[in-house]
Every structure is written in structure tokens, then in C-alpha cells.
């Protein structure tokens, strides 16, 4: 009769066989990338892709001061200095709600009482009303760089006395 030990030696070494091809593929998989390109000298070119990114800081806000009501001539002469820190050119948008009173909320005028343009003291009735829906200013905002966006204001006849006080949004659309 044939012994069991090497029938179980053999098991054993087929075993270890079987571990060692298995730990071998496992490594093989880990080391080789998951996309490449060989050239014609044998050399591998990865490829990365760097996502464009366009990114903002607003450092100021807007102070408009006294207006009397009814004055609706006041030009785009307040500014946000929109800076892009990306990688990516952008357009800056804006949007705003409407102004409420900080004595009493009850105190509201709307949103496009306020005006904005690409330039400074463009007139009230040629700017563009600010809206709660984002609208594309169209200023552009390159990689690293910085763009103004103008502000005017008219106070409808009747308002009621108090400081007001509005968010106004701007956004970069990259």
C-alpha cells in the first residue's frame, strides 16, 4: 500500500503552487496601470486629465448711501471685483433678491430696482435690471484674473424710510 503522506505532500505542494500563481496575478494586477499606451521603444506614456476648474472671490460689498425715493438715475457706479483663482475662463452671472428694510422687513422694494453693467456710469435706464433668475453679464473672467461688475440703484417714489439692504449673487460660469 502506498503511503498517505505523499498523497497529502503532493496536495500541499499543489496547494502552495496554487497560492503562490494566485498572490502573483494578485501583484501583477496591482503594478500594471489602468490605461496605457506602449510607444515603439517599449516605454509606457500615461495620461492624466486635470479637470478645468473656474473658481471666485468677491472681496467687497455695496454701499450705496442716501437715495431719496424716486431717484432713478443713479449710474452703475458701485462695483464687485469678481477674481477667477481656476484654471478655466469664466463669465460671471448675477442674480439678487429684493431689497428689505433692516428697521422693518415689511419695508420691501424688488430686485430690479437695482441694475448692473459691464462698465462704470452707464445710466440707470441703460443698464440691465438685476432679476432673481441668474442672467450671464458676459464679463469674462480669465485663468487668474480679475473683472468688475457695476452696480446703480433706483428707489421707487413712495419708499418708505429705512436701510435697506439686498444679497445680490455672482457666480462664474465656466
Do not use: H, R
Not at 37 to 65: D, K, R, Y
Not at 83 to 111: K, P, Y
Not at 125 to 150: D, Q, R
Amino acid at each position: 500500500m502506498k503511503s498517505n503522506s505523499s498523497g497529502i505532500f503532493n496536495i500541499i505542494l499543489i496547494l502552495i503552487v496554487a497560492l503562490w500563481f494566485g498572490l502573483s496575478l494578485f501583484a501583477l494586477q496591482k503594478t500594471v496601470p489602468l490605461a496605457y499606451a506602449a510607444n515603439s521603444t517599449g516605454n509606457a506614456v500615461l495620461t492624466i486629465t486635470v479637470p478645468l476648474t473656474c473658481e471666485i472671490s468677491l472681496v467687497q460689498s455695496i454701499t450705496f448711501g442716501t437715495i431719496l425715493p424716486g431717484a432713478n438715475s443713479v449710474t452703475t457706479s458701485q462695483n464687485v471685483l469678481d477674481t477667477n483663482s481656476g484654471n478655466e475662463g469664466a463669465f460671471a452671472a448675477v442674480d439678487g433678491g429684493n431689497w428689505i428694510g433692516t428697521s422693518n422687513s415689511l419695508n420691501t422694494f424688488g430686485v430690479g430696482n437695482t441694475v448692473w453693467s459691464a462698465g462704470s456710469s452707464v445710466t440707470f435706464a441703460s443698464a440691465n435690471a438685476l432679476t432673481a433668475t441668474a442672467a450671464n453679464t458676459n464679463v469674462a473672467v480669465g485663468s487668474g484674473s480679475s473683472a468688475n461688475i457695476w452696480f446703480g440703484l433706483g428707489i421707487p417714489t413712495g419708499q418708505a424710510a429705512d436701510s435697506y439692504t439686498q444679497n445680490i449673487v455672482v457666480i462664474n460660469l465656466c
